[in-house]
């Protein structure tokens, strides 16, 4: 199983991006899918979080400007970012719990994909 995500690069502060991660291989199901990120000299922290459910969680600093989603169809979680900060430049990383089988949940993260916020 993998995890790939995509969609980040270079904003201008207000301005917004769009981020996919895709999760590939065979398994069963996903439960929990997440982005983090991480700003150099930081704690790797959680951004957003979606559950099989669809329910949202956000961190604070993020309310409001970011908003996650999930296609089941695709295996795919999206983070849309809008009004965009400087302080949100970080590697964001895509995190997901699977289900391989009935019993056997396995925590995956994605590479990670560089968004930097700067005029």
């Known amino acids: 199983v993998q995890l790939q995500a995509s969609g980040g690069g270079l904003v201008q502060p207000g301005g917004s991006l769009r981020l996919s991660c895709a999760a590939s291989g065979t398994f069963r199901s996903i439960n929990a899918m997440r982005w983090y990120r991480q700003a150099p000299g930081k704690q790797r922290e959680l951004v957003a979080g979606?559950?099989?459910?669809?329910?949202?969680v956000y961190q604070d600093s993020v309310k409001g400007r970011f908003t996650i989603s999930r296609d089941n169809a695709k295996n795919a979680v999206h983070l849309h970012m809008n009004n965009l900060k400087p302080e949100d430049t970080a590697v964001y990383y895509c995190?997901?719990?699977?289900?391989?089988?009935?019993?056997?949940?396995?925590?995956?993260w994605g590479q990670g994909t560089l968004v930097t916020v700067s005029s």
């Open positions: 979606i559950s099989s459910t669809y329910f949202t």
């Open positions: 995190y997901a719990d699977i289900m391989k089988d009935r019993v056997a949940e396995s925590t995956y």
